[in-house]
């Protein structure tokens, strides 16, 4: 089986091809950090245009880099949502346009499903797991129980944890993104000079909330002499990033516990999304699965943030099951994973 997966629906523009024996034949990214840092976050308009102006060439790069051509494949597979409708509707009808040619099947894929499914395609595990998705767009715990069969645990009540670190880094005069930089700056802070709030910590339930402690950032920035001396963003960095390892271990600790009795043969807790790239959340994750009696699993970084491999992926075990997708699909700017989740307390759900 040859799957091609293409991803456009956030600020990177990517194609992969990934086949059923769990092999990457090829897995190209092109970013678009540079384009969005001036406006120090993502601009929805300048990501449709930049991946409609890249998207052909990373198709062209990743067949080639594969040795393959589209007669080649058994399947097309484009995000069809969660995301920036301008830049999903780019990857979906490039695809289409892909399975229309060459006679393919089409297979639109969530997103977030992708994402799910990583942790197989580079560890083979079985279902069910837990997933921790921390993004710059999404902060969820889902028990995975099939490909198709997803039940979100807990979601954000506001902001993704990326956004809020993202946001963070900005008021202390970080650039963009602001979760590395935060990251490196902590490295060389005290966390325990400032208090900040730890966010839904105790709270019955699994949902995560980032707005307040986003608030409390900006209150202690603004009763800091300005500009901020070196130590100062470093002191702020450290109590900010423990704030958020340790509300997120709260929430996945809860998660754990109802997934273990739910789901008693579940042997994994795993992280995706650009935020397992945090050292100190990682920190905290591996110590409560062990005390959970769960294996840790991260994925390798390049297949935790967007890439085009886990929509390949996602494809292919769809495809596996016979799942396709007429030509007439619509892409969905919204597209939960689990429709049946009940709506998290506050405003402003991603998916
Ligand atoms: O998954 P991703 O690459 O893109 C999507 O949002 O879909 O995640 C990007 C987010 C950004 O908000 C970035 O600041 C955050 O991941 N991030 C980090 C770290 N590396 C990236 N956050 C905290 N610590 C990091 N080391
Ligand atoms: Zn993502």
């Not at 060389?188 to 986003?214: E, H, I, V």
């Amino acid at each position: 089986m040859l799957i091609l997966g293409i991803e456009t629906s956030c600020d990177e523009t990517a194609a992969a091809l990934v086949d059923g024996e769990r092999r990457i034949l090829a897995d190209v990214v092109l970013s678009q950090i540079d384009v969005h840092r001036p406006f120090g976050g993502i601009v929805p308009e300048v990501a449709a245009r930049a991946h409609l102006e890249h998207v052909d060439a990373m198709v062209a790069q990743a067949m080639a880099q594969a040795g393959k051509t589209f007669a080649d494949l058994d399947a097309v597979a484009a995000t069809g949502g969660p995301g920036l409708i301008g830049g999903v509707m780019v990857g979906v009808m490039t695809a289409k346009a892909i399975a229309l040619v060459a006679n393919k099947p089409f297979l639109a894929v969530n997103h977030l499903e992708g994402h799910a499914l990583t942790a197989r395609l580079t560890h083979g595990i079985d279902f069910p797991y837990l997933l921790l998705l921390a993004s710059g767009g999404h902060c969820q715990l889902l028990a995975v129980l099939g490909v198709g069969d997803y039940r979100r645990l807990g979601t954000t009540i506001d902001d993704a944890v990326g956004e809020a670190f993202d946001k963070a880094a900005k008021m202390i005069g970080l650039g963009y993104p602001g979760g590395p930089q935060i990251q490196e700056w902590a490295a060389k802070g005290d966390p325990a000079r400032f208090a900040l709030p730890r966010p839904m910590k105790g709270k019955t339930g699994c949902d995560f909330s980032f707005s307040g402690l986003k608030n409390a950032v900006r209150l202690l920035v603004e009763s800091l002499p300005r500009p901020l001396c070196d130590q100062d963003v470093a002191d702020v960095a450290a109590a900010f990033q423990t704030a958020v390892a340790e509300s997120m271990a709260d929430r996945t600790r809860r998660a754990v516990d109802i997934f273990k009795s739910r789901w008693p043969q579940g042997t994994h807790l795993v992280v995706a999304g650009g935020v397992a790239a945090n050292v100190a959340l990682r920190e905290k994750l591996t110590q409560l699965a062990a005390k959970a009696g769960l294996t840790f699993l991260a994925p390798p970084l390049k297949l935790c943030t967007d890439n085009a491999a886990m929509i390949a992926w996602a494809g292919a075990e769809r495809f596996r099951l016979g799942l396709t997708d007429p030509l007439n699909f619509a892409p969905r700017p919204r597209w939960p994973l689990d429709p049946t989740a009940p709506k998290a307390a506050g405003a402003g759900i991603k998916a």
